[in-house]
């Protein structure tokens, strides 16, 4: 009987399930498989010197290969949250990254890593320590780690995750606000913040040169970070007018798929040697850009 009314009781709340319910729960129990069968791969794409197109870093990107085919972040991060995988995905994701990188830097390449956290990453317990302890294990330096945090994080309960960020910033990581230009950030508080990087959302070089509006507003916020002492990054670089425009406009550090598509440590590793070949200095590792 008790059965029964279990029963019928799914039946009448599974025509009110919104389909996108019952994907997310769908996608959280893939996930956990999915960590426990090592489905997960980091990616890392090149971030370069516009004016020289050296590589000064990578940035850390979280892939899922479930069967052959690849999930975007963007799909899997928000039930990996809400399903409490997200914090020891992004442990996992930290430490892959740090001990590549730091290998990289043991072959005297002088990069930086970039990783992105989340507001509920950055609130979890241990959040400081867990990040020391991935340095101290790999042997990164913390000079060489940026935390990529989205403008929201500063924001919203900014008390706390503002002390968390301080409290590494302190041990010499530095801190990249990511998708820049698309939150809610202002301008006054932003000098105020334990920021070192910005990074320019794509929605704006998408416009570079097409768009009066966009071209000017990138222009204006590479100005912004020039007179507040950050380092500007321009992210989604796709064409060769837009690399041209942004290395008119002194625009420090761009990223994008014109650049170097993120991929395999295999990949950048042999990417690197190619270009040590050619230009024999290590630490030197241009990119052949237009
Ligand atoms: P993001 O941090 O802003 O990363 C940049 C995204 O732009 C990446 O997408 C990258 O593949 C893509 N991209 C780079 N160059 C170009 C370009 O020229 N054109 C276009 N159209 N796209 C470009 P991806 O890897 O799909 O990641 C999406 C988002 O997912 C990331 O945005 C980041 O917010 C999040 N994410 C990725 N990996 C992690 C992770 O390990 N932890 C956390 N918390 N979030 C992650
Ligand atoms: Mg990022
Ligand atoms: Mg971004
Ligand atoms: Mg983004």
């Known amino acids: 009987r008790a059965k029964e009314l279990g029963g019928g009781r799914v039946e009448v709340f599974a025509p009110h399930m919104h389909a996108d319910v019952v994907r997310r729960l769908e996608l959280g129990s893939d996930l956990q498989r999915a960590l426990a069968e090592e489905q997960f791969a980091v990616e890392f794409q090149p971030v370069v010197d516009l004016q020289t197109s050296r590589v000064t870093g990578v940035e850390a990107l979280l892939r899922w290969w479930r069967g052959n085919e690849s999930v975007p972040p963007e799909e899997f991060i928000g039930p990996a949250e809400e399903s409490g995988l997200m914090v020891p995905l992004g442990d996992w994701v930290l430490r892959e ?40 294990e790999t042997g990164l330096p913390p000079q060489a780690l940026t935390l990529e945090v989205r403008e929201e994080v500063l924001v919203e309960d900014a008390g706390q995750n503002v002390a968390r960020l301080s409290a590494l910033r302190d041990l010499g990581v530095r801190l990249a606000i990511d998708d820049f230009g698309t939150g809610y950030a202002s301008l006054a508080y932003l000098g105020q913040l334990p920021v070192d990087i910005i990074k320019i959302d794509p929605s704006f070089v998408a416009g570079l040169g097409s768009d009066e509006t966009l071209t000017l507003l990138t222009r204006t916020i590479v100005r912004l970070g020039r007179d507040l002492g950050l380092t500007v990054v321009a992210e989604g670089i796709e064409r060769p007018e837009q690399l041209e425009l942004l290395r008119a406009m002194d625009c420090p550090r761009g990223q994008g798929f014109l650049v170097a598509r993120p991929m395999a440590a295999p990949r950048v590793e042999s990417l690197v040697r190619t270009n040590l070949r050619t230009q024999g200095l290590p630490g030197e590792v241009p990119l052949p850009l237009p």
């Not at 956290?117 to 302890?133: K, L, M, N, Y």
């Open 97 to 136: 990254a740090c001990r590549e990188v730091a290998r990289w830097r043991r072959d005297a390449w002088d990069i930086g890593l970039s990783v992105n956290f989340t507001a509920r990453q950055i609130g979890a317990p241990r959040f400081v320590e867990s990040v020391a302890a991935a340095l101290e």
